[in-house]
C-alpha cells in the first residue's frame, strides 16, 4: 500500500474499521439485527458487527455497527482550498480596510428560509463574538446587520439592493432533504437575476457547509464548524481588495 492511501484507523494502522449508526423502518428483533448486518455487508463492508439494536419507536429500530472497509484514499490528492487563508487581528482587518478600502464596509448576515438556527451567524455577528475572538459588530470598519432567522430570500436580496451591501453571509443548520441546498442556491441565482452577483462578496455558512461545497454553488466562500468572527471579516475584506470593490 502507498504511504499516500490511507483507510480508517480502529485497532491498527489502516484496518479500515468504521463505526456507523442508522435506522430502519422495522420493529426491532433479532431478525432486524440480522437485517442490519446483511444490509451494511450489501454496502461493501466486511467483517460487519451490529454491536446495538434497539426499539426507538412503533415499526422503527435504530443500529449501530462497526465494519471494515477495504477502500482507500490518495489523500495527497485531494485538493479542497480553505476559505481560511489569511490570519488576521480584528485590528489588522479594520486597518486593512481603512488602507485598502477606504470606507466602511457593509455586511449583513441571516438565516435563510424557514430556518430558525441563529447560533451560527450570531457567533459571526455579534460583538461578543466566539473563543475569545470578537464578531464583526466589533469592527470599526465594519456596518454589520444582524438579521436574524427566517429571512425570506427574496427579502435578503431586497436589503442587499436597498442598503448596497457589499458581503452577504447566509447561514443554514437545517438540512433535511437538502432545503439548505434549495436555498443556497435560490439567492445566488435570485442575486444573479438582480445584476447584483458582482457588486458583493457572498458567503454561506452551517455546520455542514464547505469551502468546496460552496464554489459549486456560486459562492465565494463557505465557512463551516468552529470557524471565528476575524477568518470571515478577513475573507471579505481581501476579497473585496482583489475584486476592486470600494
Not at 419507536?57 to 487563508?85: E, L, Q, R
Not at 449583513?108 to 451560527?120: M, S, Y
Not at 466589533?138 to 457589499?166: C, H, K, P, W
Amino acid at each position: 500500500m502507498s504511504d499516500q492511501i490511507v483507510k480508517p484507523y480502529g485497532d491498527t494502522m489502516n484496518d479500515g474499521r468504521v463505526q456507523m449508526s442508522f435506522t430502519l423502518p422495522i420493529s426491532w428483533s433479532e431478525a432486524a439485527d440480522e437485517a442490519a448486518r446483511q444490509l451494511v455487508a450489501k454496502m461493501g463492508f466486511e467483517e460487519v458487527q451490529v454491536v446495538e439494536g434497539r426499539a426507538i419507536a412503533s415499526g422503527f429500530s435504530f443500529f449501530v455497527v462497526y465494519a471494515s472497509t477495504p477502500h482507500g484514499i490518495d489523500a495527497a490528492a485531494i485538493k479542497a482550498p480553505s476559505a481560511k487563508a489569511h490570519a488576521m487581528s480584528m485590528d489588522d482587518v479594520d486597518a486593512f480596510v481603512r488602507e485598502r478600502i477606504g470606507r466602511k464596509v457593509r455586511v449583513a448576515g441571516a438565516c435563510i428560509g424557514t430556518d430558525a438556527h441563529t447560533v451560527g451567524i450570531d457567533a459571526i455577528l455579534n460583538m461578543k463574538g466566539y473563543k475569545g475572538d470578537y464578531g464583526l459588530e466589533r469592527y470599526g470598519m465594519f456596518e454589520t446587520m444582524n438579521l436574524g432567522s427566517q429571512i425570506a430570500v427574496e427579502e435578503f436580496v431586497r436589503i442587499a439592493r436597498d442598503r448596497e451591501l457589499d458581503a452577504l453571509l447566509a447561514s443554514q443548520v437545517v438540512t433535511q432533504k437538502g432545503s439548505d441546498i434549495k436555498n443556497f442556491t435560490a439567492l445566488a441565482e435570485l442575486l444573479e437575476a438582480e445584476g447584483l452577483r458582482e457588486k458583493v462578496v457572498l458567503i454561506c455558512g452551517g455546520p455542514r457547509v464547505t469551502n468546496l461545497m460552496a464554489s459549486e454553488l456560486g459562492y465565494d466562500a463557505g465557512f463551516g464548524r468552529g470557524t471565528l468572527p476575524s477568518e470571515v471579516a478577513a475573507f471579505i475584506a481581501t476579497s473585496m481588495e482583489k475584486r476592486g470593490l470600494r
